[in-house]
């Protein structure tokens, strides 16, 4: 996982020009540059997007909103003590615990899109990739949150196109 990464993923799954994504992905540079300071998770030296483990990531949203209603009722934390003043917008406005339910969903994604890798580098036949691929992605399902719009649109971007299977069928007749 990466900052670019995340911004593309939010990106598509946000109305175009929203700026959503960019927001998140400063929401994520602030927490970077506070959480160093608190002493209930250990991180370790690594950023956010480093995380992978969905329960970490948990952890983490838990400790912000601690944090955050503590900045609420104007009780000591770590957004005042090592924050820059201009950063207190985005815990109180929920930016920060957004963008963390995001690089969850995120975390989540890149784990789908890892299984979906091995799938194609465990197989040569194509049309077992394709099964395989359609029933894991959930290709003929349609989804009703964006996450699986997002799930269909890479696992969508795996399958041969149109066209070669065209071709695939005109030099393997057998091939189906």
């Known amino acids: 996982m990466d900052r670019k990464g995340f911004i593309d993923f939010n990106t598509r799954l946000s109305p175009e020009n929203s700026g959503?994504?960019?927001s998140y992905a400063r929401a994520i540079m602030i927490l970077d540059e506070v959480l160093p300071y608190?002493?209930?998770i250990d991180l370790q030296g690594r950023s956010l997007y480093e995380l992978s483990d969905v329960t970490a990531i948990d952890d983490?949203?838990?400790l912000v909103n601690e944090e955050v209603k503590k900045m609420k009722n104007q009780q000591q934390n770590i957004f005042d003590d090592y924050g820059k003043p201009n950063q207190r917008s985005y815990p109180l406005k929920s930016f920060c615990s957004a963008a963390l339910r995001s690089l969850k969903k995120y975390a989540?994604?890149?784990q789908e899109v890892v299984v979906a890798d091995r799938i194609v580098a465990q197989e040569t036949n194509t049309q077992t990739i394709s099964k395989k691929l359609i029933a894991y992605f959930d290709i003929t399902k349609e989804g009703e949150d964006q996450l699986s719009i997002a799930k269909m649109e890479k696992g969508s971007g795996?399958?041969?196109s149109h066209d070669t299977c065209q071709l695939w069928r005109?030099?393997?007749?057998d091939w189906n």
């Open 38 to 40: 608190q002493n209930v």
């Open 108 to 110: 989540e994604y890149e």
């Open 20 to 22: 959503k994504a960019d």
């Open 170 to 173: 005109s030099l393997c007749p």
């Open 60 to 62: 983490v949203l838990r």
């Open 158 to 160: 795996l399958l041969p």
